[in-house]
């Protein structure tokens, strides 16, 4: 049993910021990749930021230079911070993470969601 807890969403002006957690528990041996996703009304779910073990943090080209991705492998736990919140941001904001459990099998799991809305 894996779970993903998220939390941080909620209502902001444009402009204004706010951050995201992402706590993983559970049968987890090893977390490969956490990331985060987002669906608006209407629209396909798509990846926000990524970070990989290994690797630099792969970032929308929609979010560069606004939003930070960061990781707390202590504490499996991942980060969004969003700077310069704009209203095409607003979605539902989905956790992800890509662990391998005590029984060695690899796979993705998601959180619930969490609301973001940029509105004035």
């Known amino acids: 049993q894996v779970q993903l807890v998220e939390s941080g969403g909620g209502l902001v002006q444009p402009g204004g910021s706010l951050r995201l957690s992402c706590v993983v528990s559970g049968d987890i041996f090893s977390i490969n990749a956490m990331g985060w996703y987002r669906q608006a009304p209407g629209k396909q779910r798509e990846l926000v930021a990524s970070s990989t073990s290994g690797a630099s943090p792969n970032y929308a080209d929609s979010v560069k230079g606004r939003f930070i991705i960061s990781r707390d492998n202590a504490k499996n736990t991942v980060h969004l911070q969003m700077n310069s919140l704009k209203p095409e941001d607003t979605a539902v904001y989905y956790c992800?993470?890509?662990?391998?459990?005590?029984?060695?099998?690899?796979?993705?799991?998601w959180g619930q969601g969490t609301q973001v809305t940029v509105s004035s």
């Open positions: 992800n993470a890509r662990l391998t459990t005590w029984a060695r099998r690899e796979s993705g799991y």
